[in-house]
């Protein structure tokens, strides 16, 4: 009983050793359906799940320029020129014909933070399939116009051509196309195999104004100067010592909270001279007497904000 047994010999003894695993899942990536249910629709990549409309993301125009939104800010990690390689990947297109705009609130799609190496992988790979499905469009109109098998297409630099050399721009298909509608989900990208943009050598957009000084980066954000505005609060003039309490805003008043500014660029702008919220402010004064030390404790006993009105 005391005699050493090795795990090989104690395996041999038990005649077989048997091993089984499944590839079913994987290959279905998640659980498949049970019989007789109809399996849930796949959800559209990236951030077109959100926002499925294909003129969120990309837009052709007449002359054949492509404009390319994303609601992703160019922190310095080159985030904006990987954009327009997705674009020129699938649209068959030159850099040079594509505009990119990004993190701009009056065209883009709210992508929320620039963060967590979500760039490519949400507004990324939205971009990428948007750019596809508007040249499998493209494709379409061409092979209809040109009475040809859309296979028997090939693209370039914004050209359509036919096996008989028959040519069609982008641009020419303009008329017939309808970019404002949701994106089709069975749209089909490249494979990597046939990948010419994506992957290469491309000149990043964001590093001549880095080098320059065309534009100045703070904390990672790209920042343009002619474009700044400043904020005055709009407050009545106190004596040195008094406190001022603000009350909760009026239910008629534009503000969020119980601090009122005025955006615009320079002090003597018409917008800060009127002070259009006064209306919506009643302010309350209490001298709290010459001892500014006494302020912090007042303040906080009586819920005003010491000095400033903020």
Avoid at 72 to 89: D, M, P, R, W, Y
Avoid at 252 to 266: G, H, K
Wanted: aromatic share 6%; hydrophobic share 40%.
């Amino acid at each position: 009983m005391n005699a050493p047994h090795s795990r090989r010999a104690f395996l041999a003894g038990t005649g077989a050793l048997v091993i089984a695993f499944s590839m079913r899942d994987a290959f279905a990536q998640g659980v498949m359906p049970a019989p007789g249910v109809a399996p849930a629709a796949k959800p559209s990549p990236g951030d077109l799940s959100k926002y499925p409309r294909l003129d969120s993301w990309i837009r052709l125009e007449a002359n054949g320029h492509v404009t390319v939104f994303a609601g992703k800010a160019e922190l310095g990690t080159g985030v904006k020129t990987a954009f327009i390689q997705c674009a020129a990947e699938e649209l068959d297109l030159s850099a040079s014909s594509i505009t990119m705009i990004t993190a701009d609130t009056a065209l883009t799609t709210d992508e929320g933070y620039t963060a967590g190496s979500h760039s490519m992988q949400d507004c990324g790979t939205a971009i990428r399939y948007a750019a596809a499905d508007l040249h499998a469009t493209l494709i379409e109109l061409a092979a209809a116009r040109l009475s040809v098998n859309a296979t028997d297409l090939k693209s370039a630099n914004g050209v359509i051509t036919a096996p008989d050399a028959r040519k069609v721009s982008y641009g020419e298909l303009v008329d017939g196309l309808d970019q404002h509608r949701d994106f089709r989900a069975e749209t089909r990208i490249k494979p990597s195999s046939a990948l010419a943009v994506m992957g290469k050598p491309f000149d990043r957009v964001d590093i001549p104004g880095k080098l320059t000084g065309g534009e100045m980066y703070v904390q990672g954000h790209a920042a343009r100067r002619h474009v700044a505005l400043r904020a005055w609060y709009d407050r009545p003039a106190t004596a040195p010592g008094s406190q001022v309490s603000i009350p909760p805003r009026s239910k008629n008043c534009p503000a969020s909270s119980r601090s009122f500014a005025t955006a615009a660029s320079s002090r003597s702008s018409p917008s800060v001279r009127s002070r259009p919220f006064s209306p919506c402010m009643s302010w309350k004064m209490s001298r709290a007497g010459d001892d500014q030390t006494k302020l912090p404790k007042q303040s906080d006993t009586q819920g005003g904000a010491a000095g400033a009105a903020a």
